[in-house]
Each structure stands twice: as structure tokens, then as C-alpha cells.
């Protein structure tokens, strides 16, 4: 028995010697590879002891930072950052400000150039042809909103457009007749009886399949004026000449709330979605144009977001995550509170705005952690009029519009046009996006945070980088090659021509020195 006691002392002795970030050096033993084992230092006298200190104090790190890199530590620049910027050359800078540079430069690259908004433009103006030619003779006219329309774009970005037609005379007359008409049963009926309106009512239904009798007998297959304006311009994408052979992808959705066009262009690999008669559209592209001027960081934030959510799959309603407005109407809310606060904080020493008020980095974290830890999503709605607000979902006048008893965590959110509509009424994965927040938060701050753990880039540990983003950094140092030669070129071109003038006036003053 004592024995065996002190082999499990042993064995205790040697698993506590071993090292937890050591373990793989008998696999590196196994596979033939030499590893020099670290020994436990003795502990022989108070002498060894401060030594040992001594030296580990010269073998610290110099900055204050974890040894060891994580599950999300980059150790490859993205293609936002240039090697003099990566962190390693700059260690004395704060964290919060590298985040801050990381934003700017990935906006910069990610923002549309001048060749991109003119194939973008090109495309705007065929479409608003095709449209004016389709309903030739009515008042039509066409408007872009959305991303197209704000300039917060991205490269992939679909292309938004509302097409406005008058409504029929024929039908503003039936409309009218059939209002003539109820309010004059409505006065007639509180004098008969049940049975009476019960007849009126079968006639009635008799008379409206009668209706839609004849109307299907008098159809002609060659008539527009019997399809919708969906049907028509949906036909005329895949019959006209100059589409036919362009569209790689075209569906029309008649039964929804919104019926729309989605098709995507070949040539240009471009997605565009049509609609009729919204007139929010182009009322939304207007007011975002206002936040943007207004709110210098709404832009760069949302180029940061949009990718965020797109790289998750959040990003479509359809499937339960956040629409683009919905996405900026969250960022403008976000800044319009916390602007709001920092006025109030600094208020009695006047407000000149921090260091952190400014900083994009900051702003990210603080967008992160409001959604994913802080916003009450069970019981607060959001709407950013009147310099944005919150407001209870449960108070009168609001609850049966932005209270889902089967979606309670949902995201309510006020249409600044539509006061009674909720924006996000369709997102139905909100827990899972704000999870998606809470864990981004998470990971910046084990970067930025002290001790924090060494990356290449802060941002790429949320925001992985993509070969569209490689090709567009390739593109824009050409971009930037090609200007830089013509600039040398222009200088060099000037400096003959001033070397020129100089000769040619040197020549002239000897010519006149010798006729004098």
C-alpha cells in the first residue's frame, strides 16, 4: 500500500510539472520532431529565488499583452491595411484608435469608384428607357432609392427602383360609385329588414360573377390593359431586344405585400428590384441623405455593418435578419442617443466633444454592445423622430401595433413615414443577431482591452476578408500606380517646357547683347 501511494504521488507530481500550453510535445516527440523540455527550477534557497525573478522580470514582454493568440487573432493583414500600418509598427498607439483607422481604411476600399458609379449609372438609365417604353402614353416616371440612391452602396449592392403610374380613371369612378353607393345601402338598410339585405347581399355576388364572366369572355391574350403592370414589363424584359439576352436570373412576385421585378443583369452581374406606385421609397432616400450630412459616422459604421451581417447571413428579411433601412435606422438611433448623452455629460463645461465621442472604434463597440447586451427588445421600440426616442411597446396606441405576443423578442421599430408601421416586424431572428452582437463586443475587447490578445488586424477578427475584397485592393493600387505615373509624367513634361522657357529667354538676351 505505501508503495503504491507514492507512485500515485508521483505521477500527481509529474502532472502537475507539466505545462497546460505544453501538452502537444508528445505528439511533437511521437512524429521524430526534437523538443527541448522546460524543467521545473528547484527551489534550493531564497538566492535562486530572486535571481529567478530578476530574470524573468528582463524576459517580460514589453507591452502589456497576452503570449498567446486566440481562436480570433489574424496573423495575416487583410486587404484594408498596408504593411506600415499594421499594429506591430505601431505599439504605442491606443487599441481603440488602430480599430479606429481599421473603419476609415475599410470604407475607403470598400466605397464605390468613379468607373463602378458609371456602369451602375449606365444600367439606371437602360432600365428608366425600357420602363418609359413599355408605358409609352401614360404619366409615368421613375425614381432609384436605397443604397443606389444614399451612396451607401457596396459593390454588390443591388440597384432600387419605384416606378409611379396614375391610377385609372376607370377605376377612381368605380371607387367612387361603390362609396355612393354603400353609404346610400347604409342609410337604406336601417329600414329593412334582415332578409332584405340578405337578398341584396346575394345579389350583389350574382352580379359581381357576372361581371368577372363577361370580363373573361371579352379577354384578349394581345390586351395590356387586362395584366398588371408587373405581368407587362415583366414580359417586355424577356421580349425586348436590347434584355432578352442580357437577364441571367428574372422573377416576378405578384403575391406579396410589395409586388416586385427582381432580375439581374448579365453583363454587369448587377441585381435591380422594381416596384409600383411606393412613394416611401424615394421619401426614405431623402431622409437618409439628411442623416448622412447630419451624422458624419453614419457611413463608415454602416459599410462596416452591412458586411457584418452579409458575412452571417443576416442580412435579408426574408430569412428573419435585418434589412438594410432597418440596419441604418438602428445606427442612427444608436448615434442620436448617444450624441445626446455625451451633450449632457459635458453640458456645464461645454461640449467640445472626447477623444472616444469621435472615435469609430469606440462607436462600433459601443453599437454592439447596445444590441447585444443592453436594448430591452421585450419591452422598448425604437423611432428616431424628433432626435430619436424609445418608447414602450405595451403603451396605448402602440401596442397593437409593434406588440407580437408570438415574437416577443422581436425588434420594434418605427417607420418615420408610417407611424404605425413596424420596421422590423418581419425579423424574426433577432435573438440569434443580437447574439451575433454580443460575441462581436466579446472579441473586440479581448483585443483591445488590457491584457489583450496580439492581432494583425482588430477588425478582420470580426469581418473576414473575402477575394472581393483582395480584388479590390489589386484594383485601387492600380488605380493609385497608374495616377502616380501620370503625375510624374505632367511633372516631368513641365520641368521641359520651364527648362524651355529658360534656354529660349537665355538665347534671346545673347541675341540682343549682340546687336547691341
Not at 508503495?3 to 502537444?24: P, R, V, Y
Not at 405581368?231 to 441571367?248: F, M, R, V
Not at 406606385?277 to 447630419?294: I, P, S, V
Not at 442617443?337 to 472626447?354: K, L
Amino acid at each position: 500500500m505505501a508503495d503504491a501511494d507514492i507512485g500515485k504521488e508521483n505521477q500527481e507530481e509529474t502532472w502537475q510539472d507539466n505545462d497546460f500550453l505544453t501538452f502537444n510535445q508528445q505528439n511533437n516527440e511521437e512524429s521524430g520532431e526534437t523538443v527541448v523540455k522546460e524543467q521545473k527550477p528547484k527551489r534550493s534557497s531564497l538566492s535562486s529565488s530572486k535571481q529567478e525573478d530578476e530574470s524573468s522580470r528582463k524576459k517580460r514582454p514589453r507591452y502589456n499583452e497576452r503570449t498567446t493568440a486566440s481562436l480570433t487573432s489574424v496573423s495575416e493583414l487583410p486587404p484594408w491595411m498596408e504593411k506600415q500600418h499594421s499594429h506591430k509598427y505601431h505599439r504605442n498607439v491606443p487599441r481603440l484608435v488602430m480599430l479606429h483607422d481599421e473603419i476609415v481604411s475599410f470604407a475607403n476600399l470598400m466605397a464605390p469608384q468613379p468607373d463602378e458609379l458609371k456602369v451602375r449609372m449606365d444600367l439606371v438609365d437602360k432600365v428608366t428607357k425600357l420602363v418609359e417604353e413599355t408605358f409609352e402614353g401614360k404619366e409615368c416616371s421613375v425614381q432609384v432609392f436605397g443604397s443606389q440612391a444614399t451612396g451607401l452602396l457596396l459593390p454588390t449592392s443591388d440597384i432600387d427602383f419605384v416606378v409611379m403610374l396614375p391610377e385609372k380613371a376607370d377605376d377612381k369612378a368605380d371607387a367612387s360609385n361603390a362609396n355612393d353607393a354603400n353609404e346610400k345601402s347604409g342609410k337604406s338598410s336601417e329600414s329593412k329588414s334582415k332578409k332584405e339585405a340578405k337578398k341584396t347581399q346575394v345579389g350583389n355576388e350574382l352580379s359581381e360573377k357576372q361581371k368577372e364572366r363577361k370580363e373573361m369572355e371579352a379577354f384578349d391574350i394581345e390586351d395590356d390593359s387586362h395584366r398588371s403592370p408587373l405581368a407587362q414589363l415583366g414580359q417586355a424584359l424577356t421580349t425586348h431586344a436590347d434584355w432578352k439576352n442580357e437577364l441571367s436570373y428574372l422573377e416576378v412576385v405578384e403575391n406579396t405585400r410589395v409586388p416586385i421585378i427582381k432580375f439581374t443583369h448579365g453583363p454587369t452581374n448587377l441585381s435591380v428590384d422594381i416596384c409600383f406606385n411606393q412613394e416611401t421609397g424615394a421619401l426614405a432616400a431623402d431622409l437618409m441623405k439628411r442623416f448622412l450630412d447630419a451624422m458624419p459616422p453614419l457611413k463608415p459604421l454602416t459599410f462596416v455593418l452591412k458586411y457584418f451581417m452579409a458575412a452571417r447571413g443576416l442580412n435579408e428579411p426574408y430569412s428573419g435578419g435585418c434589412g438594410s433601412f432597418m440596419l441604418q435606422m438602428m445606427i442612427v438611433s444608436f448615434l442620436q442617443h448617444r450624441e445626446r448623452h455625451a451633450y449632457n455629460n459635458h453640458q456645464n463645461r461645454g461640449y467640445e466633444g472626447t477623444a472616444n465621442t469621435m472615435n469609430l472604434g469606440s462607436m462600433l463597440l459601443e453599437f454592439f454592445e447596445l444590441y447585444g447586451m443592453d436594448f430591452n427588445y421585450l419591452t422598448t421600440g425604437i423611432s428616431v423622430r424628433s432626435d430619436g426616442f424609445y418608447f414602450p411597446k405595451g403603451a396605448k396606441g402602440k401596442r397593437e401595433f409593434f406588440h407580437q405576443p408570438s415574437r416577443p423578442y422581436s425588434l420594434s421599430l418605427e417607420n418615420p413615414f408610417e407611424i404605425t408601421a413596424d420596421v422590423g416586424r418581419a425579423s424574426f431572428r433577432m435573438q440569434l443577431v443580437a447574439k451575433s452582437f454580443e460575441t462581436a463586443m466579446r472579441v473586440i475587447l479581448s483585443h483591445t482591452a488590457e491584457p489583450f490578445v496580439p492581432t494583425e488586424s482588430i477588425l478582420a477578427s470580426i469581418l473576414p476578408p473575402t477575394e472581393e475584397m483582395l480584388k479590390r485592393s489589386t484594383m485601387l493600387k492600380v488605380l493609385k500606380d497608374a495616377e502616380k505615373k501620370e503625375k510624374n509624367m505632367a511633372g516631368t513634361n513641365g520641368n521641359a517646357d520651364n527648362n524651355g522657357k529658360r534656354i529660349n529667354s537665355s538665347d534671346s538676351g545673347l541675341d540682343t547683347s549682340d546687336s547691341e
